[in-house]
């Protein structure tokens, strides 16, 4: 019997073993790719589509970004407010998404309707109408969005951070502006609605509750379209950096706080460095407890919170830090950053503070990985970076055996103030 007199022995985190439960991998007739797991206790499902449709596929500014949204806003047989009625009444949700590289339209559903829906999912992916009326309230819409976050200085800070980056002219770096907005017509749409989308590259991604004839639905629905599983060419887009490492803007004279932005280029996911920088940027700014946390909020008071993260674009990446603080503290607190930067490239890591943030890393993978829309998270992110299926398994071996020397090692290569570009709008 329990004895619930006694605790139970505490465990750390490091000491369980991880692994990434599989998933089940088959093809439609027409070659589209479907990557399944199934798992969880309750009747729902995710049903992700992507598309090769992102910004680095578009010809002009905001015609991917535009093209994902409006794919909700009519086909030949229901208009907008049909279309979002018939989700609803079955208490699913269709969401889109335009990245970089992709573009993505995502099922929440509960598996039981999954049959319902799909049909619908079709007429979308086959009769999308892109009405001028839908268009002119959305181009009116985002101009006024626009606008609104055009004042805040985070808003500012992170388009400007990817020009200094890539270059304005590269699909990573490039923004909105009220001009690429009046640039935009129905016919710019229909043809990359045409070519990325009836005639593009697809993968699908399902995970929840899957029901036993999921193969057959999906090959009812999609597995005649035109659908394609071959890569689709991109432009070789040029990397143009800026010139000025150092930038400082004014955007609001009577403004009482900063966006701050430092940033640097880093390799892509294939990189050897990159699971082993994962762990120090976790230490450096990857969770509450890290080093720029405890020092420039906890100790200085001169933010509400900072963090620094990779990014991971196909075939290349970005170290990113960012936080937002008070106009007369902004650069105290990327000085502060720069510290930091120092320590760890003068100093090792105690093993106190290492063990902790491996504790933190595995603990938080453990969280991650308890739900099957996760599971399915972590794979399509190995999938779409075309990472072989053994790259879960190394990152988790080097999070638990990656030590302080070669820590500082890291921060002594990449955690350089002349490597990063630093940019403050006020």
């Known amino acids: 019997m329990l004895n619930r007199t006694q605790a139970p022995r505490l465990k750390d985190a490091v000491d369980y073993s991880l692994s990434l439960k599989p998933y089940r991998f088959f093809r439609l007739t027409n070659g589209v790719e479907v990557y399944a797991v199934d798992a969880g206790p309750q009747d729902v499902l995710q049903m992700e589509m992507v598309f090769d449709a ?187 950096p800026a010139t000025e490492r150092v930038s400082h803007l004014v955007n609001d004279p009577e403004g009482i706080q900063g966006a701050i932005r430092i940033a640097s280029p880093f390799p892509d996911k294939h990189h050897p460095d990159f699971s082993k920088v994962q762990v120090l940027n976790t230490v450096f700014g990857g969770y509450f407890g890290s080093r720029l946390m405890s020092n420039i909020r906890e100790e200085k008071g001169y933010t509400y919170g900072i963090h620094s993260y990779l990014q991971g674009f196909t075939n290349v990446g970005a170290w990113m830090i960012s936080t937002e603080a008070g106009r007369d503290v902004s650069e105290a607190a990327v000085k502060e950053v720069y510290h930091e930067m120092e320590r760890l490239r003068e100093e090792p890591v105690e093993e106190e503070e290492l063990h902790l943030v491996r504790n933190y890393m595995i603990g938080t993978l453990l969280g991650d990985l308890d739900g099957p829309f996760q599971i399915i998270g972590r794979w399509k992110n190995i999938i779409l970076h075309g990472l072989d299926t053994g790259y879960f398994d190394r990152a988790v071996e080097i999070t638990k055996t990656i030590t302080a020397a070669e820590l500082q090692e890291l921060a002594q290569k990449y955690l350089v103030p002349e490597r990063f570009y630093e940019l403050i709008v006020v």
Do not use: W
Request: glycine share 8%; charged share 20%; with cysteine.
């Open 54 to 240: 992102g910004n680095a596929f578009e010809n002009q500014a905001l015609v991917a970004a535009s093209t994902n949204y409006l794919l909700k806003n009519g086909t030949a047989g229901k208009n907008a407010f049909a279309l979002n009625e018939h989700f609803e009444y079955y208490g699913a949700y269709l969401n889109r998404h335009c990245y970089g590289d992709t573009g993505n339209l995502v099922l929440h559903t509960l598996t039981k309707n999954l049959g319902e829906l799909l049909p619908v999912m079709r007429e979308i992916l086959t009769e999308c109408t892109f009405p001028d009326e839908e268009l002119n309230t959305y181009r009116q819409n985002m101009l006024q969005r626009l606008a609104v976050n055009l004042k805040k200085p985070d808003f500012v800070a992170g388009r400007l951070i990817d020009v200094s980056l890539f270059g304005q002219d590269h699909p990573y770096g490039r923004f909105s502006t009220p001009e690429g907005y009046a640039a935009l017509h129905r016919d710019l749409l229909v043809d990359f609605y045409q070519r990325h989308y009836v005639h593009g590259r697809c993968r699908i991604f399902v995970a929840g509750r899957v029901p036993a004839d999921i193969d057959s639905l999906l090959e009812r629905n999609f597995g005649d379209l035109s659908l394609s599983s071959a890569p689709v060419a991109r432009r070789d887009f040029a990397i143009h």
